[in-house]
């Protein structure tokens, strides 16, 4: 999990607003992502400098009331300042907004909400760069409508946009193409947006189907051949990050001259650019290519759907807007049809972490009495792997918890259906669960 997250655990049971979330950020405390669990939100229970401040969402609107203050409506995406605390709205359904894009291969996507920059140390990063030259609290990317600012929080190490050097509290508008220094770290700013207008934003889907998307728009890849649709999968997969040509031939056309499988690559990467629609120059710069290695330019990535349920179980599933992602954006196996080693390497291991990153969601929502959140999870558990059972203790515990026994009961005797199909047992301290629940205990 990100470490710099700390989720709020609200008391409710039900979010009003599944795909809204308030990020909190404050100087002495852990960055805080707040769902939306009820119409009306006293904020300082959350954040104690945020006394007297009420978040109110109704007909769709994000409103900050205060009785001494007017009543203000907040966007989402947009960041503001109270009382020492930064504030921004997210919406989980947007795509990210830019790229940074490290020289030494590194890149994170930046979605609408603020980001902080630094060392390791005291303040929890976003952006954890590890480097003598960058200090602990260097700078942080502030969200706007349709790009990032970038303000500096480093008077002893350099920050700078281009040739531009700024100072501590200077704050600077990124354009798409600028260079960013962190000490002496580069990295450069893509705007997707900007990108979107040139035409190199790409998109990809692999679970449980295939899919090339150019701009937002699907684009036919029915001339393509199976291995140039798994060879797009591949370096979807590594999403901007450099794959050797040797270990792309040995995988893909082990039998064949080193000389054919290099001219068997070239079709492929043919196929992929008609399918595309791009003129050869425009796909020089979409797949940068030497002789030693092929990747996905950063530039150009846009979102994958194997990369995003990757980063979203990476960080844990802790709220219900968050849940409603990873079951809407894991529609199956990665690139299905695929049978070589690597590819089932890859999708039994995204299986496997999706299984317990929702096994650990439905304890998360079991512990906050949340039963529907808990149940959808260990549904979706039991569709990846029928015979787990740790899911189903989780959620008889919170159900027993809940005084809902026949709860606990159905999700048992599910499990015990799928059980006996495989001829197998309920492990015994579940079956303890089964007689407290059978009992009303």
Not at 151 to 179: F, Y
Not at 201 to 222: I, M, Y
Not at 318 to 344: I, N
Request: hydrophobic share 40%; proline share 5%; charged share 20%.
């Amino acid at each position: 999990m990100d470490e710099a997250t700390q989720q709020a655990r609200a008391e409710a049971v039900k979010t009003v607003a599944p795909h809204l979330e308030l990020q909190v950020l404050s100087v002495d405390r852990p960055e805080l992502r707040l769902p939306f669990y009820s119409h009306l939100m006293p904020l300082g229970e959350h954040a104690p400098a945020l006394a007297g401040w009420t978040l109110v969402y109704e007909q769709e609107r994000v409103h900050l009331t205060h009785p001494a203050h007017p009543q203000s409506l907040l966007q989402p995406g947009q960041s503001l300042e109270l009382e020492g605390v930064h504030l921004t709205l997210l919406d989980l359904r947007q795509p990210p907004l830019a790229l940074l894009s490290g020289m030494d291969g590194r890149s994170w996507q930046l979605y609408q909400q603020r980001y902080q920059v630094g060392r390791r140390g005291r303040r929890l990063n976003h952006i954890e760069l590890n480097e003598p030259t960058v200090s602990r609290q260097h700078a942080s990317l502030i969200p706007g409508e349709a790009d990032f600012s970038l303000l500096c929080e480093s008077g002893s190490s350099a920050t700078l946009v281009n040739d531009l050097s700024l100072g501590p509290g200077e704050q600077r508008r990124l354009a798409h193409g600028d260079i960013i220094r962190f000490g002496e770290t580069s990295f450069r700013y893509i705007n997707h947006a900007e990108g979107q207008g040139a035409g190199t934003v790409f998109g990809l889907k692999t679970l449980g189907t295939f899919e090339l998307q150019l701009n937002g728009k699907a684009c036919a890849h029915e001339g393509a051949s199976a291995k140039t649709r798994w060879l797009i999968g591949l370096l979807g997969a590594r999403w901007g990050q450099p794959v050797a040509v040797e270990w792309i031939i040995g995988q893909f056309w082990p039998d064949a001259s080193t000389s054919r499988a290099r001219k068997n690559l070239g079709v492929a990467l043919k196929q992929w650019r008609e399918c595309l629609g791009l003129e050869e120059e425009a796909f020089t710069d979409f797949v940068l290519r030497s002789r030693t290695q092929l990747r996905l330019n950063p530039a150009v990535c846009g979102s994958h759907d194997f990369c995003d349920v990757k980063e979203l179980v990476a960080e844990g599933v802790t709220s219900v807007g968050a849940l409603d992602r990873l079951l809407e954006l894991y529609q199956g196996g990665f690139l299905p049809d695929c049978y070589e080693d690597w590819a089932m390497v890859e999708r039994d291991s995204l299986e496997h972490a999706v299984v317990d990153c929702l096994t650990r969601a439905v304890a998360y929502f079991g512990e906050l009495g949340d039963l529907a959140s808990a149940r959808r999870g260990v549904t979706a558990v039991a569709q990846l792997a029928p015979s787990q059972q740790a899911g189903v203790a989780h959620f008889m515990e919170a159900a027993l918890a809940a005084a809902a026994p026949a709860e606990a009961v159905s999700v048992f005797r599910e499990l015990e259906a799928r059980l006996k199909a495989d001829e197998l047992e309920p492990e015994v301290e579940l079956m303890k669960l089964f007689y407290r629940a059978q009992g009303g205990l």
